[in-house]
């Protein structure tokens, strides 16, 4: 069984920073690339960040890049994204995925990709 929990989302104003985390209980899969996406009511979920299981490939949505930051310790099979600059238009509920033995070389970056979820963080940005 898979078992992913977000926790860190919260209300910061513009311009604040946010660490997420994503704790995983993967005990089924020994390798699994990770991502994080995020959703607003009546819209898709949107690709936000991704990462292959040694880290050494990294992906980011056009939303994302410059500004947040995907990370994961194995060890402790934790998943970090790191907000920064955050602007109004982050707010969102913000869902950890992952997907098991995907190629280390690359990570998913669509939905239909990731075969496991967590239950979502919301982060708000207030002006």
């Known amino acids: 069984q898979v078992q992913l929990v977000e926790s860190g989302g919260g209300l910061v104003q513009v311009g604040g920073s946010l660490r997420l985390s994503c704790a995983t209980s993967?005990?089924?899969?020994?390798?699994?690339?990770a991502g994080w996406f995020r959703q607003t009511p009546g819209k898709e979920r949107e690709f936000v960040a991704a990462?292959?299981?040694?880290?050494?490939?990294?992906d980011y949505g056009e939303s994302a890049m410059g500004r947040f930051t995907i990370s994961r310790d194995n060890v402790n099979n934790t998943i970090y994204l790191h907000l920064t600059n955050l602007i109004p238009e982050d707010t969102a509920i913000y869902y950890c995925?992952?997907?098991?033995?995907?190629?280390?070389?690359?990570?998913?970056?669509?939905?239909?990709?990731?075969?496991?979820w967590g239950q979502g963080t919301q982060v708000t940005v207030s002006s």
């Open positions: 993967v005990r089924t899969y020994s390798t699994y690339a």
């Open positions: 990462m292959s299981w040694s880290g050494g490939y990294t």
């Open positions: 995925a992952i997907q098991p033995f995907w190629s280390d070389f690359g990570a998913p970056r669509s939905p239909d990709e990731f075969d496991y």
